[in-house]
């Protein structure tokens, strides 16, 4: 197990008690996280109130063997390697800056720490990248009519505006997945102030795309099992209406019209999906995070979650592989 | 004519394509019932069929899948539900010219409603590139009424990838 520790510089009592939820929520395995005593700046890791003298005068020290995590109330430039978040800060940001830190930190020797309390904490295996961040953005903006920008250095911000449920960017399509698949570097995250804002960003020639096909073009690149934030495997959903597939996605996953035909007669969860598919649970979850980052799905509360499905195969199933193979041999 | 074995029927109004669908897929040269247009149907094309169309998939074990056209003139329609009989699900095509596209849908998912609630269905909009963006939409919107789940593609009757694709989506659903 390895040990990263953990230094606190002039956190406020909520900043405490984010930490608090969020410290629980590390899922990097193999590693556990060390909280150094108040005062006590030498650790791997630094999480950092920018907004005390203190905080600000930290920004200016140079210490590139340490990540630092600032929390800030204004956007600002942060030097490389370290990370902002902005406030009020939400503990899944916090969340996956950790581990990104532990999955860095992970492999490397450990530093000679002397002093500190331990706050060990076990995890579960996770491998993610930004996909479920990303579409958890978009869909927080078009639920909200928000308008966000989504920074990912050294890629063209993302302006999202949830209002004409566009996204402005001079980022190609190509560079969108190259973001999502991001595993080590976390997107920064904050709110335009007005629609002006908004307007004057996307008024210098850059792309204007519809948002669902952003969010197409995220989901793609798959989530690798990990589900949206504050959604779980046992969530139960059902679909509004059959997903309007591009003809090459429907091609590429023809398992996703299965699903969809499932999730449009009865509510299911991922799990009960997976039982009655026999899919790749991250075959399953991509599409769940798909169809509800574009507003096709609705979570049903109602619904059976206990029951439990087999795999149905009917008679005609052998009927149907048999014709699919043929028409995949001819012309 | 093994009317009893597994097969599909390919369904909808008059020159929406079902007898240019088969064709992409027959193993064999349709065996069709057309006869020259006499009556409005005139207006869109020289040939209609009248009974059915056929034509067949031959598996690799020998075992043949059915594909039946039904004629689209619903004055024929004594017809949809024999050729139903025993078939293992619907391919629905609706041409996005048509004056109303979306009622065209309602009336024969209602014509069809038992079948596709024992089997399953698909939906093919065809001359979608030459018509109003807006069709999909309003097909969908009758799907999402009557609460099937139907997939609904855009597709060229003509071109025989398009046509496995509803094939494809259709064996999905069933």
Request: hydrophobic content about 40%.
């Amino acid at each position: 197990m390895r040990s990263i520790s953990l230094s606190l510089l002039g956190l406020t009592k909520q900043d405490h008690a984010i930490l608090a939820v969020a410290i629980k929520l590390i899922d990097v395995p193999g590693t556990s996280l060390t909280i150094l005593p108040e005062g006590v700046l030498s650790g791997e890791v630094i999480l950092i109130n920018n907004d005390t003298d203190a905080g600000a005068d930290y920004l200016k020290k140079k210490n590139p063997d340490q990540t630092k995590i600032f929390l800030s109330e204004k956007f600002m430039p942060t030097p490389q390697g370290s990370r902002l978040l902005e406030r009020p800060v939400r503990i899944h940001d916090l969340v996956n800056a950790f581990n990104i830190s532990c999955e860095q930190f992970k492999s490397s020797t450990k530093k000679n720490i002397k002093v500190g309390s331990h706050a060990n904490i076990s995890t579960s295996p996770v491998n993610t990248n930004n996909t479920p961040l990303l579409l958890h953005e978009f869909i927080t903006a078009c639920q909200k009519n928000g308008l966000i920008k989504l920074e990912c250095p050294p890629y063209s911000p993302l302006y999202i505006n949830g209002i004409s449920r566009s996204v402005a960017t001079r980022a190609s399509l190509p560079e969108i997945h190259i973001i999502a698949r991001e595993k080590d570097t976390l997107p920064q995250i904050s709110p335009l102030s007005a629609v002006e804002e908004y307007e004057q960003a996307s008024s210098n020639g850059v792309n204007i795309y519809p948002i669902n096909t952003i969010i197409w073009h995220t989901a793609m690149v798959g989530a690798n099992g990990k589900i949206l934030p504050e959604h779980s495997h046992d969530t139960p959903v059902k679909l509004k209406s059959m997903p309007r597939f591009p003809r090459e996605y429907m091609r590429k996953h023809p398992e996703y019209l299965k699903m969809s035909a499932l999730l449009t007669r009865k509510s299911m969860t991922v799990n009960q999906l997976q039982q009655a598919t026999q899919l790749d649970i991250k075959i399953i979850t991509d599409f769940y995070n798909l169809v509800y980052a574009l507003g096709l799905s609705a979570i049903d509360e109602k619904a059976n979650t206990a029951e439990i499905y087999g795999n149905n195969k009917s008679k005609k199933s052998g009927l149907l592989s048999r014709l699919a193979k043929k028409l995949s041999t001819t012309g | 004519m093994h009317i009893g074995e597994h097969k599909i029927v390919f369904t909808g109004p008059v020159g929406a394509g079902k007898t240019a669908a088969i064709t992409c897929l027959s193993d064999a040269p349709v065996i069709g019932t057309d006869v020259a247009a006499t009556d409005e149907t005139l207006n869109k094309k020289d040939l209609t069929t009248v009974a059915m169309d056929y034509g067949y998939i031959e598996l690799e074990d020998g075992e043949f899948i059915h594909l039946y056209g039904t004629p689209g003139q619903d004055r024929f329609n004594f017809m949809w539900d024999i050729l139903c009989q025993g078939g293992m699900g619907l391919i629905l095509l609706v041409d996005a010219t048509s004056p109303d596209p979306a009622a065209d849908c309602e009336f024969y998912l209602g014509a069809f409603d038992s079948f596709i609630q024992e089997t399953g269905a698909v939906i093919g909009i065809t001359r979608a590139d030459i018509s109003d963006n807006t069709r999909y939409e309003e097909v969908q919107d009758v799907i999402i009424e009557k609460g099937y789940p139907i997939p609904v593609l855009e597709i060229d009757a003509r071109n025989e990838d398009d046509v496995k694709d509803l094939v494809y989506a259709l064996m999905a659903v069933l």
